[in-house]
C-alpha cells in the first residue's frame, strides 16, 4: 500500500517504557497500519522505519518512524541474531510518566528489578544517583550513564510522603522478555 504523508517534525522521543530517540520522525496524518512501513523520500531515499502513532494533548497526533542511520550500524546484528550485539542498557522495568516537572512511576513490570527493589506504582522519581533529571528523557541518560544490565543504579525515591534511596540492580531487558518453556 502506497499513501502520502508529510515529516511534520524531527525531535526527542521519550517513551514511559525507558525508550528513548533523540531524532525520531514524525509524519502526518496518522496511519493505524504504517508499523514497520519505510518512510520514503520524494527522491526514493529511504528515510525511517515505522513505530507507532503518537499523540497527546499537545501534540500533533501522527506517525513516529526510527531514522534509517540509527538502524544503520546495527542492522548486520539485528539481521544475524534478532539483537544488536555489545553491552546493554541497564533496564529498570517501570514505565514512567512526566507530569508538572515530576516523574511519577506509573506501572512497574511484575518480577522487574525495579519491583524486586521495592518500586511502586505512584512512586515520584526524585534523583538517579544524587542528581535530579531534568525531563524524562534527562532520567533515561542518566540511568543508561550508570553503567551496563547488571549494573546497580542508585535511585532516590519519593515513597509513601518520604524520600528513600532504593538501589536497583538492572538487568537486561531481553532476558527478562525470554518466553519459558511451557513443556
Do not use: C
Not at 496511519?31 to 502513532?53: N, T
Not at 514512567?96 to 525495579?114: I, K, Q
Amino acid at each position: 500500500m502506497v499513501a502520502g504523508a508529510y515529516v511534520v517534525a524531527k525531535r526527542e522521543f521519550a517513551g514511559s517504557w525507558e525508550y528513548l530517540l533523540d531524532e525520531a520522525l514524525f509524519t502526518a496524518p496518522p496511519h493505524p497500519a504504517w508499523s514497520g512501513a519505510a518512510l520514503i523520500s520524494r527522491e526514493g531515499k529511504l528515510m525511517g522505519v515505522g513505530s507507532l502513532i503518537v499523540g497527546g494533548s499537545d501534540k500533533v497526533p501522527g506517525n513516529m518512524f526510527v531514522p534509517i542511520d540509527r538502524l544503520s550500524p546495527i542492522l548486520g546484528d539485528l539481521i544475524a541474531t534478532g539483537r544488536m550485539v555489545g553491552p546493554a542498557r541497564p533496564w529498570l522495568g517501570i514505565n514512567t510518566d512526566e507530569m508538572g516537572g515530576r516523574l511519577f512511576v506509573s506501572r512497574v513490570t511484575p518480577a522487574s528489578p525495579a519491583e524486586r527493589a521495592g518500586i511502586k506504582r505512584g512512586d515520584v522519581i526524585v534523583s538517579v544517583k544524587g542528581e535530579q533529571p531534568k525531563s524524562l528523557a534527562d532520567f533515561y541518560r542518566k540511568v543508561w550513564a550508570q553503567g551496563s544490565a547488571g549494573d546497580t543504579v542508585a535511585l532516590d525515591v519519593l515513597q509513601d510522603s518520604e524520600v528513600r534511596r532504593i538501589e536497583v540492580k538492572s538487568m537486561n531487558r531481553l532476558d527478562h522478555l525470554k518466553l519459558k518453556s511451557t513443556f
